[in-house]
């Protein structure tokens, strides 16, 4: 009887490591062939000659003044937009997560909604409020495209949920009882914040600005719409070494150098949150929210508002309406006209094409998101399962350029020649997708009981019976919200696919930029009129995304 158990329990634990390699087979074969493939062929051509490494070609760069210059600014921006996004934001955090208020779930979608939005739409929208012509200019003559503060105040608008949600959610579920513990002993309440709230909250703060430091310090489409000649982060230069002066030995170095410094933050970022999972004791976050009581908190809810009007939706508005400024939506029915210009196809075509390419991505990140996600939940995941959970997240922080031009220079030998093939855009889309789903899934595959999977194993289910029949149905509703976001982010997906689309195939955010790039009046009204539809697309997946969270907070992110 020994022997026949030890038997069994070897057959099992074969048949597990044989599932456990082949739900991670395919996300692995996906990462290496469409993104650690085309980076490492970019890195390489732009660092070897005649076949020999040249990584003295690294220290030439450096020693560059304008280099050092681009290094510079990319990381004080970066910190300086971090600053500001906490100074600005965490109000909002405490709002959201302590005032229980008429209209909240709707001011909380609205304030998601920059998050998901393309940069190139920030930028324009931002262009159309202090550039030349804005509402800044036009009501008292300011422009501030030319100045860093264009750049600091997008970067504020597009993290700004980011903190909320971050901070937000975790402070939420913070006992309150703890403050008021201190304020009964004597303490003031900033005194009893400071060192009672504030050091639970660290994690949280300190995820959330990694994440800000993250986004600001890979901006491509804000500051390359904003920026102009005068400011320029590593990926506008990266782009601008690879399209516009085509030095790839230079870009090389870039990348290589962003490359380590995004991650360094994603380890600190891995170690904030293992240190939020696993150092608190929380409660329901729906017994900790009420009304705000008193002129202070009716003050600060106010303010709150101001600030989310103001910052958030008036960029917006303004967008919508340079839009209109056209009679008889001019600017609209010009998008229904082929130029002969930038576009082989008439402007309105790019919002089809937009949306054929995120479906096609949206699925290819699901199935490569969701495999990678079952695989990290194991609990017989071996260190490479789990080491493969950081990579995943590297196409968030790594060159989108280095990924859109790689994909040109790699991909063009069978079986791999894919050149001329529409499903490169969803490939390169996906790669920025799969890191969503597989954060939107985990916390739900985690929370399942995995004696429901032991129990449905023992009575004979296979394991995609138990995959189908117990998990599926406790995960269908972040299945839906991780296709959303994914949706969301192909949709508006900028730096790779620049390089990628094809002239008579636009992108919406490729056929924005290139209609800013053009002077005239017409190019500048159809590129607001094509950022207003990309984003009341966004706005919509949202608006759905945010209704699914409402019927299940299980997705939170």
């Not at 990584?55 to 004080?76: C, K, M, N, P, Y």
């Not at 998601?112 to 509402?135: C, I, M, S």
């Not at 019976?465 to 972040?478: H, I, N, S, Y």
Request: positive net charge.
């Amino acid at each position: 009887m020994d022997l026949t158990r030890t038997e069994v329990a070897v057959r099992k634990d074969r048949r597990g490591s044989a599932a456990r390699l082949g739900l991670i087979a395919l996300p692995v074969a996906f990462f290496a062939a469409f993104f650690a493939y085309p980076v490492a062929a970019i890195v390489a051509r732009g660092l070897k000659v005649d076949g020999a490494w040249r990584f003295g070609r690294i220290g030439e760069v450096l020693a560059q003044s304008d280099v050092r210059h681009v290094l510079w600014f990319t990381t004080w921006q970066a910190l300086v937009s971090t600053a500001l996004t906490l100074l600005i934001a965490l109000p909002g955090a405490y709002v959201f997560a302590r005032f229980d208020f008429r209209g909240k779930q709707v001011l909380r979608a609205a304030v998601t909604v920059p998050f998901v939005l393309p940069t190139v739409v920030v930028g324009t929208a931002f262009l159309a409020l202090v550039g030349r012509g804005g509402l800044l200019d036009e009501l008292w003559g300011v422009r501030l495209d030319t100045t860093v503060w264009a750049i600091l105040l997008a970067h504020v608008f597009f993290n700004y949920a980011v903190v909320v949600r971050t901070v937000g959610g975790l402070w939420a579920q913070l006992d309150p009882r703890q403050e008021e513990a201190a304020r009964m002993l004597g303490a003031s309440p900033w005194k009893a914040w400071r060192q009672v709230t504030l050091p639970a909250l660290g994690p949280a703060v300190a995820a959330a600005a990694l994440m800000v430091f993250l986004f600001t310090f890979t901006s491509f489409g804000v500051v390359q719409i904003l920026g102009g000649p005068t400011f320029s982060t590593l990926e506008v230069e990266i782009y601008r070494q690879t399209s516009e002066i085509f030095d790839l030995s230079t870009a090389a170095v870039l990348t290589l150098i962003q490359f380590v410094a995004v991650g360094a933050i994603l380890a600190l970022h891995a170690w904030t949150v293992r240190r939020r999972e696993t150092a608190l004791r929380l409660v329901d976050a729906s017994v900790t929210a009420r009304r705000p009581r008193g002129a202070g908190q009716w003050a600060l809810l106010g303010g709150v508002l101001v600030t989310v009007v103001v910052l958030l939706m008036l960029p917006l508005a303004v967008l919508v309406q340079r839009s209109l400024d056209a009679p008889g939506f001019g600017y609209y029915r010009a998008l229904t006209r082929e130029d002969g210009g930038i576009f082989l196809v008439p402007p309105i075509e790019a919002i089809g094409n937009s949306l054929e390419y995120a479906v096609a991505a949206t699925v290819i990140a699901v199935v490569i998101g969701g495999l990678a996600a079952v695989a990290l939940t194991r609990r017989d995941a071996g260190r490479f399962v789990r080491g493969f959970d950081a990579l995943l997240m590297l196409p968030l922080g790594v060159s989108a350029v280095t990924v859109g031009f790689g994909f040109l220079i790699a991909l063009d030998e069978p079986p791999l020649d894919l050149r001329s093939s529409w499903i490169l855009v969803p490939l390169a889309q996906a790669l920025v997708g799969v890191p969503f789903v597989v954060r939107t899934m985990l916390p739900v595959l985690r929370a399942v009981d995995v004696r429901l999977r032991e129990a449905a194993s023992v009575l004979g289910a296979s394991p995609w019976r138990v995959w189908r029949e117990v998990d599926l149905p406790m995960v269908r509703r972040a299945l839906l919200i991780a296709a959303g976001f994914a949706f969301a982010v192909s949709l508006g997906e900028f730096g790779a696919t620049v390089f990628i689309a094809r002239p008579d195939n636009p992108t919406l955010p490729v056929a924005v930029a290139r209609l800013l790039g053009r002077p005239g009046d017409l190019n500048y009204g159809q590129a607001m009129a094509l950022s207003t539809i990309l984003m009341v697309v966004c706005a919509v997946a949202l608006l759905v995304l945010e209704r699914l969270r409402t019927a299940d907070r299980t997705g939170e992110f």
